[in-house]
């Protein structure tokens, strides 16, 4: 099972991933810009990171997101899956989005 560690307990597949509220963000161009308002911090993403942004504006698993991506890109699945959780932990780590776990012993 594929997993990204952060600070926090490693991001899996079956994880649901959610924007975080308070955070807002603006669309440019094809690119979103994301303010962190308790930050006072931009944060930048380009067209497929855009994307991944507005699949998780409502909650979604780790592999729903991974599946509707690899339906819209010609990529190959595990370097797909690779970028996914590196920019997933990224902005978990960033505080920009709220992981919860597929257990209730996360």
Known sequence: MATAETGDAPLRVADTVVASKGVMSSALGEEVMILDPKAGVYHGLDPVGARVWSLIAEPRTVAAVRDALLEEYDVEPARLERDLFTL???????????????????
Not at 90 to 106: F, H, K, P
């Open 88 to 106: 997933l932990a990224a902005l978990r780590a960033n505080g920009l989005v709220e992981v919860t776990g597929a257990d209730d012993g996360r």
